[in-house]
């Protein structure tokens, strides 16, 4: 098996998950503008008429569901009552969980060329780590680590907690993304932390609030991350109309503008809508993929890119489906012949950076933004924006267009993350509140106190609380399992 490369400085796991203490290490290790496919791929920009990008989003909660209340990963519970609903799927979860550092190899192995990108929580992988299943981890550190694989695969970052952006505590969102990322180096090491530049967020649900979506993209830059993947319907152009179709299969700029005139932007890959379970698991994007062509982004003329996201493991199309059709379509175009082919798969980083080595100017990108910010600035001028006056808008919009609202957009569009959940929502925020007001007077001046057990387990609890599965489960058990984790985060706090 290959062992992971080790991480200078950083701790060994303990019962508490590996989540803070080392920003300034991970911080170092991030911001760097190293090409990160470029000095490895085999594909030639000039050979493909247009490629497809597929990624899978792998994910179990943390629930305080152990014998006698303890944090357990879902996935264990599935195991341990395989009586109740569908946990008998329990096995077929884990092996979906490692199957590709099967798949990865064994392709490569027969001279196939495939591509796969991956979303991880950081809930599922300290999951597996509580459940000892170190047949899984080791096989994930093959595809993470042996360089041999690196071409391949690309792992995408992600908030640890599963947590949706839009009704996430703002302050929280980078203690997400951070937390995520010291915990993949934990695992894999800083080399493969290096790579990761693409990032998949929870339930692809993009913020539309205007500061909101401004502290994510700016927290997503500060990690260094180069990209966004982004639902088709969660975003705009800049007049307000739908994204042009042949804006859907290349990079956009997201551009967001905060409440006091501030913008700043992200390049963004464009998940197009449909069924995204059966899609990928039919590998329906390669497909597409077979009726796009080459089309202009400035002077330079490129390949279009098809990109999908699914669960990686829900449903019998992803259980059943999935290992079935990926397979075949790499034989296929390697009976094309890789670099003859016209159709390949291709990694978003990848995608990337080819364009821009071919002298695309990311300037020159098709340019959107969330959805509904067209309404706030056509009443706001941005070089007039105030706070007072944005949300006075927003506020206003709300009274008179019963299409307007401000929680964000995602793959879920049929349900808030919202609306009728405020016993979890209230709790979360003051949650969130009680930690800022402890912590951050103490953090600014001295760093090192994120270091502290007190801090690290208050912050499990903050970040576990905002899980999406709390509320995407409806009321009920998910609920209760929420109050739990809000009481041991209050308690502790207190002290």
Not at 315 to 340: A, C, H, L, S
Not at 429 to 438: G, Q, V
Request: hydrophobic share 35%; glycine share 8%; aromatic share 10%.
């Amino acid at each position: 098996m290959i062992a992971t490369v080790p991480s200078p400085n950083l701790p060994t796991q303990s019962e508490l998950p590996n989540i803070c203490g080392w920003e300034a290490e991970i911080n170092a290790v991030v911001n760097h503008n190293e090409p990160i496919f470029l000095p490895t791929t085999n594909l030639r920009l000039e050979n493909i008429t247009a490629g497809f990008a597929c990624a899978l989003h792998m994910h179990q909660p943390t629930i305080p569901a152990g014998p006698n209340g303890e944090l357990i990963s879902n996935l264990q519970y599935m195991f341990e009552h395989s009586g109740e609903g569908d946990n008998h799927n329990a096995g077929v979860f884990a092996w979906c969980y490692s199957r590709m550092g099967d798949f990865i190899p064994e392709l490569v192995s027969n001279g196939c060329n495939p591509r796969i990108m991956l979303d991880y929580s950081g809930n599922l992988l300290w999951g597996l780590h509580q459940m000892r299943r170190e047949d899984i981890i080791n096989n994930l550190k093959r595809i993470a680590c042996d360089p041999q694989y690196q071409p391949y695969v690309e792992w995408l970052g992600t908030m640890w907690s599963h947590a949706v952006v839009p009704s996430t505590p703002i302050p929280d969102i980078k203690l997400h993304i951070q937390a995520w990322q010291q915990y993949f180096a934990a695992i894999f090491g800083y080399d493969a932390l290096k790579r990761v530049k693409g990032f998949s967020p929870p339930e692809m649900h993009l913020p539309n609030h205007p500061d909101t979506l401004y502290e994510y993209i700016k927290a997503l830059k500060e990690c260094g991350y180069r990209w966004l993947l982004v639902q088709e319907h969660s975003v705009e152009r800049l007049d307000g109309s739908g994204l042009r179709h042949e804006d859907k299969y290349v990079p956009n700029r997201l551009i967001a503008r905060n409440s006091k005139g501030e913008t700043i932007s992200i390049t963004a890959l464009i998940k197009t809508q449909g069924s995204d379970t059966k899609l990928v698991a039919q590998m329906q994007p390669y497909h597409e993929a077979k009726g796009r062509g080459k089309q202009q982004i400035g002077n330079v003329t490129v390949p279009s890119c098809v990109t999908q996201i699914a669960d990686g493991e829900n449903g019998g199309v992803m259980m059943n489906e999935f290992p079935r059709d990926f397979q075949p379509v790499w034989y296929e175009i390697k009976d094309n012949g890789i670099n003859t082919a016209g159709v390949v798969g291709i990694n978003g980083t990848e995608y990337i950076e080819l364009l821009e080595a071919a002298g695309v100017n990311p300037d020159d990108y098709p340019t959107c933004q969330a959805i509904g910010q067209h309404k706030i600035w056509q009443r706001v001028e941005p070089d007039k924006a105030t706070p007072e006056a944005v949300e006075k808008t927003i506020a206003q919009l709300k009274q008179t267009d019963h299409q307007f609202h401000m929680d964000g957009a995602s793959w879920t569009n049929n349900l808030s993350w919202v609306r009728g959940y405020e016993n979890v929502l209230e709790p979360m925020n003051k949650l969130s509140a009680m930690f800022h007001e402890k912590y951050d007077p103490l953090v600014k001046p001295d760093p090192s106190v994120t270091k502290r057990p007190d801090y690290h387990e208050a912050l499990l609890y903050n970040l576990l609380l905002q899980t999406s599965c709390f509320r995407y489960w409806g009321q009920g058990t998910w609920t209760d399992y929420a109050r739990t984790l809000y009481e041991r985060g209050e308690a502790l706090l207190k002290v």
